[in-house]
């Protein structure tokens, strides 16, 4: 193991692990130097319980990567799509705890293609969009700043290997959204699609939720929360809604360190799940 493994796994090791979540409480409370990151999304960036794993969601695991004067208050819910979010009212609770100046962060569309579940379903040049312009604009009138994730991207291989997308039109039309709105997109789906590209279709396999009895290729494992998390990461910066010096480790090479993120990815004392 190389010196700045050594180094980051000690650093991780000694991360208290309440710094993983913050809750709504807890963000209403903030002192006013710090900002507040809220997540709106689905299973994939959601917080995980032990009885998940080693189901974990990207959102968990993106505190490690940004500086202490971000707090990050993680709201995804698992099967939630923009529709149903925002319908059984965990919007308004995000819009009722974001101050001015912090980030609301909006990655749906996994749900949003069930097409048969008409309390999910939305369509990508309509409703989708009519949707996701509602946690746009009540950011906005909270002071607060949106910005547009595309959907991680599943982990679908054709037979000559090339990783396909899965989400139709949809990182489409939130892409044509963020530029008509004018708000930062994180383009988290081409990101991911070229990371599962570069990795291929057998290493692919050691950042999802693959096990003895499961063949999961929709979420990921504690290095596949790490992985999607470290592009979020950086993307956050590219598109200049963190300064470069509130992103951090998005160098390392942590994501095999799954012996010390497992216990970190999928449980927090005194939560509950959703």
């Not at 991780?12 to 709504?24: D, H, Q």
């Not at 819910?77 to 001015?100: K, Q, W």
């Not at 604009?137 to 090339?162: C, I, M, S, W």
């Not at 939130?174 to 994180?186: P, T, Y």
Request: neutral net charge.
């Amino acid at each position: 193991m190389s010196t700045t493994r050594r180094a980051t796994l000690a650093a991780l090791a000694a991360l208290p692990l309440a710094a993983a979540v913050a809750s709504p409480a807890a963000a209403r409370s903030h002192p006013a130097h710090r900002r507040t990151l809220f997540i709106a999304g689905d299973s994939t960036a959601a917080q995980k319980y032990a009885d998940a794993a080693p189901e974990s969601g990207w959102g968990t695991a993106l505190p490690f990567f940004l500086s202490d004067r971000i707090r990050v208050a993680n709201h995804a819910v698992n099967g939630r799509s923009s529709r149903s979010f925002a319908d059984e009212g965990r919007l308004d609770a995000i819009l009722a705890a974001i101050r001015p100046g912090d980030v609301l962060l909006v990655q749906f569309a996994h749900n949003d293609e069930k097409s048969a579940d008409p309390a999910r379903y939305t369509e990508p040049w309509s409703t989708y969009q009519q949707y996701l312009r509602r946690y746009l604009d009540g950011a906005r009138a909270q002071g607060a700043r949106p910005v547009l994730a595309t959907p991680v991207e599943r982990r679908k291989f054709d037979a000559d290997g090339n990783a396909l997308p899965t989400h139709g039109d949809y990182p489409a039309a939130m892409r044509a959204l963020a530029k008509e709105e004018g708000v930062a997109l994180l383009d988290v789906q081409a990101r991911s699609i070229a990371l599962w590209q570069r990795l291929g279709v057998e290493e692919t396999k050691v950042y999802f939720n693959w096990t003895a009895t499961e063949q999961d290729n929709t979420h990921s494992n504690p290095p596949g929360a790490i992985a999607v998390a470290r592009l979020v990461a950086r993307e956050l910066a590219h598109a200049r809604v963190l300064p470069a010096h509130d992103v951090r480790r998005t160098g390392d090479e942590i994501d095999e360190l799954s012996d010390v993120w497992q216990s970190r990815l999928t449980w927090l004392p005194g939560t509950t799940p959703a």
